[in-house]
Each structure stands twice: as structure tokens, then as C-alpha cells.
């Protein structure tokens, strides 16, 4: 089945240090990857996406993701995490489905940044 | 510009009664999509609709209705509330739903609905 998978549910991280979230994925054909973000008691948010070309994707708030497609991943990183980065980041991929542009999530990962 | 606004923010509703969350955009988007979300799981497309006038089932359509009489509203209807519909419910719309560049896509604030 084609999905992407957010192995840790929780990521601890101190404030100034590298924050990175991890995803991996499994779909047939050239993948089209996303993440959002959500705070407490709001929507989501788009930061970035993958569409194809550099390997390096650059978003919004300094976060940055690498497509590799050796490994099937779509890490979330950011060079120096912020307190008001603690929030839920949700990785999802495109699925092509004729007439449906449906988004498969991953299940969440926590984000905490500890001041 | 609002965006997506969602109606209700919340709701307590008893089991066996009927239910609309309304959703409606201003951004002139042809496609959007109801999802909802629960913990562990992620989120899952309920229904869709790629344009006014049109709609599709996802992946959990079951218990729902919706329809899109026109490019701002996409109104999600429980016929009859079960408590397993207890979730957050968010709505989402895209600019194209199939075009890579133009189908990404943006979500209301939610709504939190207690089906009891």
C-alpha cells in the first residue's frame, strides 16, 4: 500500500540545537511529499513540498527537507530549533488516484522543544 | 482574505441526530476535501470534490454525505451521529486538484465534534 510511515512519535529537542523529524516513504512511480504543521488547537499548515529537481527542499520558519531516493525518506530539518517550533509535524504523500488528489498522512510526530 | 472557515468550532451532539459542519473558502479554489483526525491515526480523507458541482468518496466515507453546489461551499452532513464519528474535522481546499504546483493544499482551523 502506498503511505509514508513517521517512525518516532516524539521528538526532544533543546532550544538552538538541530531539529530533525524523520519520514520515510512507499509509493509506486516518482513521489510528490509534503509537511505540515499544526499547533495546539489550530489547522494545518503548509511548510513544504517535493515536486521534483533538488534533492534539497527550502520552506517556511527555516525548515528544510532532503528527498532521498535510495532510502525512501523525506526528512523534516531545521538548523537551530526554537521553543515555538514544539508543535505536531505531519508528513504526507500525493497519491495518484485518478480524479483524486488525496493526500496520505503519516500518523504525527510530537515536536518539543525544550527551552 | 479569510481563506477556509469552518462552522462550528465545536459541538456536542447526540448519537442519532443529523449534523452539518460547514466549510467555505474564498480563495477561488476548484478542489476541496473534508478529512478528519484522530489520534495515532493520522488524517483520512472523507470526501472530495475537484470542482462546483461535483464530489468523490475517500478513504472513510461511510456515515457522510457532501455536496458542492458551488466554488465556495463543501458542506460535510452526518445523517445520523454515531460515537465513533467523534473526531476533529477539518476541511481543505487546493487551487487544481491534479496540476503539480497548483494542488497544494490548505486547511481551516477545525472543527471538534463529540458524537455522544
Known amino acids: 500500500a502506498q503511505s509514508v510511515a513517521q517512525p518516532e512519535d516524539q521528538v526532544n529537542v533543546a532550544e538552538g540545537n538541530p531539529l530533525t523529524v524523520k519520514c520515510t516513504y512507499s509509493?509506486?512511480?516518482?513521489?510528490?511529499l509534503f509537511w505540515y504543521v499544526q499547533y495546539p488547537n489550530r489547522g494545518l499548515q503548509f511548510l513544504l513540498k517535493?515536486?521534483?529537481?533538488?534533492?534539497l527542499v527550502k520552506g517556511s520558519y527555516g525548515f528544510e527537507a532532503e528527498f532521498n531516493k535510495s532510502q525512501t525518506s523525506f526528512h523534516l530539518k531545521k538548523p537551530s530549533a526554537l521553543v515555538s517550533d514544539s508543535a505536531l509535524y505531519f508528513c504526507?504523500?500525493?497519491?495518484?488516484?485518478?480524479?483524486?488528489?488525496?493526500?496520505?498522512f503519516g500518523k504525527g510526530n510530537q515536536v518539543v522543544v525544550i527551552p | 482574505i479569510a481563506g477556509i472557515t469552518q462552522a462550528p468550532t465545536s459541538q456536542i451532539l447526540a448519537a442519532g441526530r443529523r449534523m452539518t459542519l460547514r466549510c467555505t473558502q474564498d480563495?477561488?479554489?476548484?478542489?476541496m476535501y473534508w478529512y478528519r483526525q484522530d489520534l495515532g491515526l493520522g488524517l483520512r480523507l472523507i470526501h472530495y470534490?475537484?470542482?462546483?458541482?461535483?464530489?468523490g468518496k475517500g478513504e472513510v466515507p461511510d456515515g457522510y454525505s457532501v455536496s458542492r453546489a458551488n466554488t465556495d461551499d463543501f458542506p460535510l452532513t452526518l445523517a445520523s451521529a454515531v460515537p465513533s464519528q467523534t473526531s476533529v474535522y477539518f476541511c481543505a481546499s487546493s487551487l487544481n486538484p491534479g496540476l503539480r504546483g497548483t494542488d497544494t493544499q490548505y486547511f481551516g482551523p477545525g472543527t471538534r465534534l463529540t458524537v455522544l
Open positions: 517535493y515536486i521534483t529537481g533538488d534533492n
Open positions: 470534490s475537484n470542482t462546483a458541482g461535483t464530489t
Open positions: 504526507a504523500v500525493r497519491l495518484r488516484y485518478y480524479g483524486n488528489n488525496r493526500l496520505a
Open positions: 509509493v509506486s512511480g516518482n513521489p510528490y
Open positions: 480563495m477561488r479554489h476548484n478542489a
